[in-house]
């Protein structure tokens, strides 16, 4: 390296820096990688991320460690369907090989040797019961004993040590109401708990530097919806589609972003968060979940999202007729072909004024932030028509406008076109919101 390029690197990571300060990031470590020589290297990594102010939770495997407890036993395991199976009488050596794992990773995690990079690093690493477990049960007449799967997410206490700046650490292990106790696939444990924490970032560690095609070349990039088609297909197999899956899941319920990255490779965890082009594969939701202008096709969708809301009187009646030759207007969220969410803009360019209509979010995906998105986009496409102000007409949503800047108004306010269409038997409320 050139004396002046780790300069250049360190500054052009600022963005990211500043991205990632304050976010979840999830990272699901198999037990290979915690004995491979590069794992003290990933150690300092997450040290780094820590001072950064990242909030971080770590899954970690245990598989081989588990088998090598078994081995020395004279115990013979199974598997099936991806999954170990657990008789009771194999629980207390899977808590053996797990509960060591443990401290050996908090051990690591509290160095903090003099020219060491983890000196002053102080981390406070806390883990408990925070995942709630259940049996995976009989599956094709195979019992797997104590082998279960994850059920809940104590979401509420790990917010808590996040916020108190501690690094989170959760075993492969969940248990039940009953006091059971379950051996849980890692990779379950980091989606699940990725998917409730509503996670910035799951971070899939592999021993190959992504995934991988047919040919031997790393798949850069793959939507949640391609990953699932890949997997549907069988071009993907074993541990890989177990890992793919997991991340594909993740990605489905919430999660912005998952990588599959390499253990193997030192730096891989700061080359994917701190540069543009990153190490391994990346799984995004945004294509399975999408919010774009509306076309033809979305017209059918369109109507079986507002019908139900213009019977309750919430939104103005719109034909089929009506909506074919005004569909250009209207963005829409669409969620894996179909259509969650839309909103339409009206302009009235002599007053320099636009207009928010028909906007409507299904009632099972609200809550997610797919209002202000929309509103987002329909405030975007507004400036770029040269419009100055945007107004909306309510009759329920009053407060929600008003915590995004809109402002109570007077019906003659209205563009003149407006006013002389206004219902006065609906008696909606006029906002204007200056863009």
């Keep these: 390296m050139k004396s002046n390029e780790w300069l250049h690197g360190f500054r052009h990571s600022s963005p990211y820096i500043n991205a990632h300060r304050g976010r979840t990031v999830v990272l699901t470590i198999p037990g290979d990688a915690i004995e491979h020589g ?23 495997g245990a598989r081989p460690q588990i088998q090598s407890r078994l081995d020395r036993a004279g115990v013979e395991s199974s598997f099936a369907s991806g999954l170990r199976v657990t008789p009771e009488n194999h629980l207390p050596m899977v808590m053996e ?15 903090g040797l003099v020219n060491s990079p983890m000196h002053n690093a102080r981390i406070r690493v806390s883990s408990g019961n925070y995942v709630a477990a259940k049996p995976v049960g009989v599956l094709n007449g195979i019992d797997f004993g104590h082998t279960g799967k994850v059920r809940r997410v104590d979401v509420a206490g790990i917010d808590k040590l996040l916020e108190l700046g501690h690094i989170v650490l959760l075993p492969p292990m969940g248990y039940s109401p009953t006091g059971d106790a379950f051996n849980l696939s890692y990779e379950d444990v980091g989606s699940q708990v990725a998917a409730a924490l509503q996670a910035e970032k799951l971070m899939v560690f592999i021993d190959e530097q992504g995934l991988l095609d047919e040919d031997g070349t790393l798949v850069r990039e793959l939507s949640a919806r391609q990953a699932s088609e890949r997997l549907a297909a069988g071009t993907i197999v074993g541990h890989d589609a177990s890992l793919l899956k997991a991340a594909c899941d993740a990605c489905v319920k919430g999660v912005r972003r998952a990588h599959i990255i390499s253990y193997v490779k030192d730096g891989a965890l700061l080359e994917e968060m701190f540069t ?12 399975y979940e999408q919010i774009r202008q509306a076309r033809a096709e979305d017209i059918g969708g369109i109507l079986e999202l507002i019908q139900p809301l213009e019977e309750q009187g919430i939104l103005v009646r719109r034909s089929r007729e009506k909506l074919e030759t005004e569909v250009d207007r ?8 179909t259509v969650v969410g839309c909103a339409a803009l009206y302009s009235y360019p002599d007053e320099d004024a636009g207009e928010l209509s028909c906007f409507a979010v299904d009632p099972h995906y609200r809550r997610g932030g797919r209002g202000d ?13 040269g419009v100055h102000k945007l107004f909306v007409l309510t009759t329920q949503a009053e407060h929600w406008f008003r915590e995004r800047g809109f402002q109570s108004s007077s019906i003659n306010a209205l563009p003149g076109p407006k006013l002389a269409s206004y219902n006065t038997q609906r008696n909606s409320k006029v906002f204007f919101k200056p863009l």
């Design 38 to 60: 590069n794992f003290i290297n990933i150690i300092h990594d997450i040290a780094l991320l820590s001072s950064l102010g990242v909030r971080l939770v770590v899954a970690y």
């Design 97 to 111: 090989a797990t509960g060591g794992l443990r401290a050996y990773l908090e051990s690591q995690l509290s160095m």
């Design 276 to 287: 543009r082009d990153g190490s391994g594969t990346l799984v995004s939701g945004d294509n």
């Design 330 to 337: 209207f963005v829409v969220v669409e969620r894996d072909g």
């Design 373 to 385: 998105e929309i509103l987002a986009m329909v405030e975007k496409l507004a400036r770029a028509q």
